[in-house]
């Protein structure tokens, strides 16, 4: 089984910035993609920034430029820094992986817990 673990999040000023981390264990053959979604409440989930094993990345077009996936492929672990953050990207940020297990070589696409990111003056 594949668990994910976020840290990272919590309060900060419009303009100032947060960095998220989201780590990766179990049995893990390969992961294909790492990314986040955020969700506010009332609406749904939708994509922040995602990144390939091949380190292709994509946005949304609300956090481009601002926001940068990253990933450090020996630790299993993803980042994602915000920078220029502003009251609309106030949500839950869940973490999410997706590739193949060790043994079966089943698929797995867990979701980490979420944190908290709030700015707010």
């Known amino acids: 089984q594949v668990q994910l673990v976020e840290s990272g999040g919590g309060l900060v000023q419009p303009g100032g910035s947060l960095r998220l981390s989201c780590a990766a264990s179990?049995?893990?053959?390969?992961?294909?993609?790492m990314g986040w979604y955020r969700q506010a409440p009332g609406k749904q989930r939708d994509l922040v920034a995602t990144?390939?094993?091949?380190?292709?990345?994509n946005y949304a077009d609300s956090v481009k430029g601002r926001f940068t996936i990253s990933r450090d492929k020996a630790k299993n672990t993803a980042y994602l820094q915000m920078n220029s953050l502003k009251p609309p990207d106030t949500a839950v940020y869940y973490c999410?992986?997706?590739?193949?297990?060790?043994?079966?070589?089943?698929?797995?696409?867990?979701w980490g817990q979420g944190n908290q990111v709030t700015d707010s003056p």
């Open positions: 179990g049995s893990i053959f390969a992961i294909v993609r």
């Open positions: 999410t992986a997706d590739g193949t297990e060790e043994g079966d070589y089943g698929t797995f696409e867990p």
């Open positions: 990144i390939t094993s091949g380190s292709s990345t």
